[in-house]
């Protein structure tokens, strides 16, 4: 009777967490009870502080840092043979040139 039983709320449970796992809903078990947990999705977030200065570096700029991040760009300032140099990059993904 109880494995049965245990089956039939494995069977079930399964049934429950299929689609949850589909919509970023992670159930935790803990002293509270069972709990919902609602990720969000990875957006697309764009070009990082990480990714412009690498775009930078491949562009031939020298110690690049990030001075601005906009909702449409990033500048990235550094060196080259020239002086001080300035680079925008747009805010979507793979930093490309404005």
Known sequence: MKSALAL???VTSAAFV????AQDVEL???????RPVIRER???RGCS??????AA????LRRPQVVRITDRSVTV???TRR???RIRFANRRGCPLI
């Open 8 to 10: 039939t709320m494995l």
């Open 18 to 21: 299929a689609p949850a796992s």
């Open 28 to 34: 935790r078990i803990g002293p509270n009870g069972i």
């Open 42 to 44: 990875e957006r697309d």
């Open 49 to 54: 502080a990480r990714e412009a200065r690498e």
């Open 57 to 60: 570096l491949d562009e031939g």
């Open 77 to 79: 300032e550094g060196f």
């Open 83 to 85: 002086g001080p140099e």
